[in-house]
C-alpha cells in the first residue's frame, strides 16, 4: 500500500471493521456486552497504524439494534482533514440468507430521501434503514443519541476549514443501506454544512428507479459503487440471474441445483424492477482472484465461491488495502469426545489474552482456561452438556466460525468427519487416502452413492479405492460411516474422476 492510502483503501477499511462482533457470543451476551466488545474491537482496529485508517481516526458512535439486527458506526478523522464516515454494516447471516434477508416483493415509500418526489425502496431496506436511524447507542463514546444526533454535535465542534466531508460507507447489506442514509443525511440541516460522498462495496439494490433518479440527481463528491464483478451478492436484485452462468475457467460452473437456486431467490421481487444507484466501478474482471480449492462443478464450491468473492478480505485485497486482524479461527480439537470436565485442547489461531471459550451454549470457567502466549493453542475443561457442539473462541474481534473438526461430542462416540483427500482426482481404482476424525476400524466409505473398499490406518486416516461410476466425468463427495454416523459433505471431501 502506498504511504497515502486512497479513499477506497481507507472506506474499504473502515466497511471491514462493521463486522467485528458481529456474531454473539454462542453462550449468551446482552445487547450492551456485545455493543460493548464491538467497540473495544473497533477502537483497536482504528488505532493500529499499519492498517489503511493508520491510526488517523476515532470512533464518535455505534449502536446496535435490537436483535444484532443491524450496526452502524460514526468515525472522524484526527489527521486536520475534518473529514467523518458513516458506516453501516447489514445483517449478521450467511450468503444464503443475505440474498434472502430483504423484503424485495413490496416497495414502500422512502419520504426520509428528502426527495419532493414520491421515491420507492423495498420494505426490507427500509426496515434495516429505520433500525439504522432510530439506534441509540447504549454505552461511550456517545450514548443515548442516534446517529443523526451524533453527526450534528461532531460536525458543530469541528472546524470551518476546510470544509467537513461525510463519507457513507458499507459493504455487502451495509452498503445498501449506505446509499439510503446518504440523500437522508444530505437532506437534514447541520450546524456546518458538510460535502457528502458514497462509497459501497458489494451493495445488493435498495431501490427502483425512481429512488436511483433522486440519489444520482443530489451533489456527491464521490458516488461510486465498487464492485467484484464476479461478486453474486451485488447482482441482487438487478440482474441476479445472470449469475447462473458463473463462472469462467477454471470454474466452478453452476450445477442445476445452483441454477434452481438463483431463479427461486430472484423470484422474490414478485416483478418489481430493481435498479443501482452511483457510478459502477468494476475490480477483478478478469476473475484473477479465485479460490483456487472451490473450482469443481458442484453446489459446495459454488457457494463456497460466492462467499470468498464476497468477503471483506477479498475487497481489501481488490483495493489494494492491508487485511484487517483476524478474529479467532478454530482448525480442530482434541479430544472430540468426553465428558465434562474432560481437559480438551483447542487448536487454531488469532488467539488473544481475552478470548472465552464456549462448549455449545454453554461458557468454559474462564479459570480453567489456558491460552498459549503463541495464539495458536488453548487448554480448557470442558463444561456441563450435552451431544454434539461446537467449540467456539470468541474475543473483541469477534467469534470464531463453527466448523467440523472442532465438535466435541458428550459422551462419544466421536463425531465423524472428512478433513482432506488426497489425491483429489484420478481415475476409477486411484488409491485414495482419507483424512479426518472419528474413523473406527470397519468404517464404510463411499464415493458419491458408491461403496469403497476401505482399509482403517487410524481414527484419523482411512485408505480407500475409487470404485467404478456410471460417469466418470465428474465430481463426487467421499463420506465416511460409523456406525449411525456418517461425515457431513464439504468440499474438502471432493474427488474429481478423470475416467476409467
Not at 232 to 241: E, G, S, T, Y
Not at 276 to 283: F, K, V
Not at 345 to 352: E, K
Request: glycine share 8%; hydrophobic share 40%; charged share 15%.
Amino acid at each position: 500500500m502506498a504511504p497515502d492510502p486512497t479513499i477506497a483503501q481507507v472506506t474499504m477499511t473502515l466497511a471491514a471493521f462493521a463486522a467485528t462482533g458481529a456474531t454473539p457470543r454462542p453462550s449468551g451476551e446482552t445487547l450492551e456486552q456485545q455493543t460493548k466488545r464491538i467497540i473495544t474491537g473497533i477502537d483497536a482496529q482504528l488505532s493500529d497504524p499499519s492498517l489503511a485508517t493508520q491510526d488517523a481516526w476515532e470512533l464518535v458512535w455505534l449502536a446496535l439494534s435490537e436483535a444484532n439486527a443491524n450496526m452502524a458506526y460514526l468515525a472522524r478523522s484526527t489527521n486536520g482533514s475534518n473529514e467523518f464516515a458513516v458506516v453501516a454494516r447489514g445483517t449478521d447471516a450467511d450468503l444464503t440468507d443475505i440474498l434472502e434477508d430483504l423484503d424485495v416483493g413490496t416497495v414502500v415509500p422512502f419520504p426520509e430521501s428528502g426527495s419532493p418526489k414520491p421515491v420507492a425502496v423495498s420494505k426490507g431496506a427500509m426496515d434495516a434503514f429505520k433500525r439504522v436511524v432510530n439506534a441509540r447507542s447504549i454505552a461511550s463514546p456517545s450514548p443515548n443519541v442516534t446517529l443523526a444526533q451524533a453527526l450534528s454535535r461532531a460536525l458543530d465542534s469541528a472546524p470551518s476549514s476546510p470544509q467537513p466531508t461525510v463519507y457513507l460507507t458499507g459493504h455487502s447489506l451495509g452498503g445498501c443501506i449506505a446509499t439510503m442514509l446518504a440523500p437522508y443525511l444530505q437532506a437534514q440541516t447541520w450546524p456546518k454544512q458538510p460535502k457528502f460522498a458514497v462509497m459501497t462495496y458489494a451493495a445488493p439494490t435498495a431501490g427502483v428507479q425512481s429512488f436511483v433518479d433522486y440519489f444520482n440527481s443530489l451533489p456527491w463528491v464521490i458516488d461510486e459503487r465498487q464492485n467484484n464483478a464476479y461478486d453474486l451478492v451485488p447482482h441482487a436484485w438487478a440482474d441476479l440471474d445472470t449469475t447462473a452462468g458463473w463462472y469462467p475457467s477454471p470454474g466452478p460452473q453452476a450445477t442445476e441445483e445452483v441454477k434452481l437456486l438463483i431463479a427461486a431467490i430472484s423470484q422474490r421481487t414478485k416483478g418489481n424492477v430493481y435498479v443501482q444507484p452511483g457510478t459502477l466501478c468494476l475490480m477483478n474482471t478478469g476473475y484473477t482472484s479465485l479460490a483456487k480449492n472451490l473450482v469443481n462443478k458442484t453446489t459446495q464450491d459454488f457457494l463456497g465461491q460466492i462467499a470468498y468473492q464476497h468477503a471483506n478480505s477479498t475487497y481489501l485485497d481488490l483495493v489494494g488495502a492491508p487485511d484487517v486482524p483476524s478474529p479467532p479461527v478454530v482448525t480442530d480439537v482434541t479430544p472430540t469426545f468426553g465428558a465434562a470436565g474432560a481437559t480438551v485442547t483447542i487448536n487454531g489461531h488469532s488467539f488473544s489474552p481475552d478470548s472465552k471459550v464456549d462448549f455449545g451454549h454453554f461458557a468454559c470457567n474462564e479459570r480453567e482456561v489456558v491460552i498459549d502466549p503463541s495464539g495458536n493453542r488453548i487448554t480448557a475443561k470442558a463444561p456441563n452438556g450435552t451431544g454434539v457442539v461446537h467449540v467456539r473462541v470468541t474475543n473483541t474481534l469477534g467469534t470464531s466460525p463453527a466448523v467440523a473438526m472442532g465438535q466435541f461430542a458428550y459422551g462419544g462416540p466421536a463425531p465423524v468427519v472428512v478433513s482432506a483427500v488426497s489425491p483429489t482426482s484420478g481415475k476409477v481404482g486411484t488409491p485414495v487416502t482419507i483424512h479426518g476424525s472419528g474413523f473406527a476400524n470397519g468404517a464404510t466409505v463411499h464415493f458419491k452413492d458408491k461403496v469403497a473398499a476401505a482399509k482403517f490406518v487410524s481414527t484419523g486416516q482411512l485408505t480407500a479405492t475409487a470404485p467404478e461410476q456410471i460417469d466418470v466425468q465428474q465430481t463426487v463427495d467421499i463420506t465416511v460411516t460409523v456406525g449411525k454416523a456418517t461425515s457431513p459433505t464439504s468440499p474438502a471431501d471432493e474427488f474429481t474422476y478423470t475416467g476409467r
